[in-house]
């Protein structure tokens, strides 16, 4: 069993910076990779950045590249995402979650995930 819980979420201005972390706990030994997916009202989930325990491989998603970073702090169990230059469209709740078996290379696919955080709302407003 892995616990995940999400933190850092808020209401910044456009162009601002947050910090999402998601602390993990439980059978952490065993996790593979590490994702952070997200959710706009009406929208469906969809994956922003994985990391990958094994090599520390990093991917990110098309619309956050160059903005966004994902690092992590294994003495913590702490897994970050680092949001710079926030737009409006980047609303959305935030999830963290852990992949027990990959490596990191299908960060994108909700279905390689083991457990999930309970989310923290992210809101981007002027």
């Known amino acids: 069993q892995v616990q995940l819980v999400e933190s850092g979420g808020g209401l910044v201005q456009p162009g601002g910076s947050m910090r999402l972390s998601c602390a993990a706990s439980?059978?952490?030994?065993?996790?593979?990779?590490m994702g952070w997916f997200r959710q706009a009202p009406g929208k469906e989930r969809e994956g922003v950045s994985g990391i990958s325990s094994t090599d520390g491989g990093t991917y990110y998603a098309d619309s956050v590249k160059d903005r966004f970073t994902i690092s992590r702090d294994n003495a913590k169990n702490t897994v970050y995402l680092q949001m710079n230059n926030l737009k409006p469209e980047d609303t959305a709740v935030y999830y963290c979650?852990?992949?027990?078996w990959g490596d990191g290379s299908k960060w994108y696919a909700e279905s390689e995930y083991d457990y999930w955080g309970q989310g923290t709302q992210v809101t981007v407003s002027s």
């Open positions: 439980g059978s952490i030994l065993s996790i593979s990779a």
């Open positions: 979650a852990a992949d027990l």
